[in-house]
């Protein structure tokens, strides 16, 4: 075979691996099946809980083991009154994650889940765990253990991901303090694992740890209830709670879960004056059996109303322009001189007029920048004076006389260097004082040529 002979077959043999790999490629896309278009939707908002509860309040239920039948008394405590909410009458069995019932146990809890919807799960089980794991088939892991480690992390996992895919708000509980101080370094490592957990799925996780322990980070029986009034709050076993630990218990749960209600009620109400496409998009999401379709509606027509309202009354309005208020004109232009005295390189003084030139004000203009608290009385404009600074430059001002109450529109017929301010601002010079006044010193006068009835009486 020729050296073309090989090249042809090198390249024939490229172009039938190429079309293997593009007939692989189809194959492998084929199998893989397609998402839902519901999948691919956005999410609907960003609070916590649902904006839109499906029976127009959250329903809440509790999972665990005997620490949560304990918290759901708690609840019931803390929440009673509140109509936004409805606790669950009794506990879902969740008893422990490490035992080998733990998948039974899961696909019990999310059947019953299915026949009651629930909006909100809490989960608190931890008791019994505290001992080597055990697998379906007989396998054991000992507590601590790595193997122990990874298999308890994939069923909290397992656990946490199907409550999202129901579409559940999990506030997962953390375990608390015990008395035992062998058993603390074991509640540490299940906490942990839970904690980590909960970070990467998105979890609420509540730590209760410091909630019951000292100051100094020790155990104690007793401590403050939610009053602050010290009290009993563990019992005899150093594990479970009294009445009033349970109501502490809940606190930190309630807390947070009262929290996230807020926000979104608040995210409730404020789409409802939305754009047409907003509240069209949320009447598709909004439960069919909830009041949230109704006020969907009454919003959209509120809306349309005043839409409509708001174009007849643009098309009523005839545009004008500011108008002034009677007795106001408009201010002619005017023209004043100021004489500057600077001086020059050789030390002479020289002196320039410069030209101030005001413009035309309308009467419009006038009144608003003169307008005083009675809309219709303005204040008279101001006179320019000028003064000499340090380093040859010149200060310009304008002056209002305060004294002047005639209100009218036009100036006052006094010449600027006549007016008294300017005389004695400007001038210095000294004004006669009137008869009577602090400085009127004429009676003095008088004393000195014998006239003392002139005196002004004190």
């Not at 015990?178 to 942990?192: K, L, S």
């Not at 209830?225 to 809940?250: C, E, M, P, Q, Y």
């Not at 509240?279 to 909830?290: F, N, Y």
């Amino acid at each position: 075979m020729g050296e073309r002979d090989c090249s042809m077959a090198k390249l024939w043999l490229t172009h039938v691996r190429a079309a293997a790999l593009l007939v692989l490629a189809g194959i492998a896309l084929a199998s893989v099946p397609r998402m839902p278009a519901v999948a691919q939707e956005a999410v609907a908002w960003s609070s916590y809980v649902t904006p839109f509860p499906g029976r127009g309040t959250y329903t809440i239920e509790i999972a665990g083991d005997s620490w949560a039948e304990g918290l759901l008394d708690g609840l019931r405590a803390s929440f009673e009154g509140d109509a936004r909410v409805e606790i669950a009458r009794r506990r879902r069995a969740l008893t422990s994650i490490v035992r080998a019932e733990f998948e039974a146990q899961v696909t019990s809890l999310f059947e019953d889940l299915g026949r009651s919807p629930a909006d909100v799960l809490v989960v608190m089980t931890g008791v019994g765990d505290r001992q080597s794991l055990r697998l379906a088939g007989g396998a054991r892991f000992r507590f601590g253990s790595e193997r122990w480690r990874t298999e308890y992390g994939k069923r909290i996992d397992q656990l946490m991901k199907l409550a999202k895919s129901k579409r559940l708000a999990v506030y997962w509980v953390g375990l608390p303090i015990v008395r035992r101080a062998e058993a603390q370094d074991d509640v540490r490592v299940i906490n942990e694992i839970i904690r980590e957990k909960a970070y990467l799925n998105g979890i609420r996780f509540i730590d209760t740890w410091a909630g019951f322990a000292e100051e100094e980070g020790q155990y104690s029986a007793y401590g403050p209830d939610v009053a602050g009034t010290i009290r009993l709050l563990r019992d005899g076993d150093g594990v479970h709670f009294t009445s009033a630990g349970n109501r502490k218990l809940a606190h930190f749960v309630d807390r947070q879960m009262k929290r996230d209600i807020a926000t979104a009620e608040s995210e409730r109400r404020l789409p409802l004056d939305g754009g047409a496409s907003e509240m069209a998009r949320l009447a598709r999401l909004a439960p069919e059996d909830s009041p949230v379709k109704k006020a969907l509606a009454e919003a959209a027509k509120k809306r349309a109303e005043r839409s409509k309202a708001s174009i007849r009354a643009a098309a009523g309005k005839q545009p004008r322009g500011p108008q002034a208020p009677p007795g106001v004109q408009d201010q002619p232009a005017d023209k004043s001189r100021v004489t500057v005295r600077v001086t020059g390189r050789g030390g002479k003084e020289e002196s320039f007029t410069i030209d101030i030139v005001r413009p035309a004000i309308p009467a419009a203009v006038l009144a608003h920048v003169t307008r005083r608290t009675s809309p219709d009385v303005a204040t008279p404009m101001g006179d320019t004076v000028d003064g000499d600074t340090i380093g040859g430059l010149t200060a310009l001002s304008s002056i209002t006389p305060t004294g002047d109450t005639s209100g009218g529109p036009q100036r006052r017929t006094t010449p600027l260097t006549q007016a008294a301010y300017y005389r004695v601002l400007i001038k210095g010079e000294r004004l006669a004082p009137k008869p009577g006044r602090a400085d009127d010193f004429s009676w003095m006068a008088s004393k000195a040529t014998g006239k003392e009835a002139d005196r002004p009486k004190q």
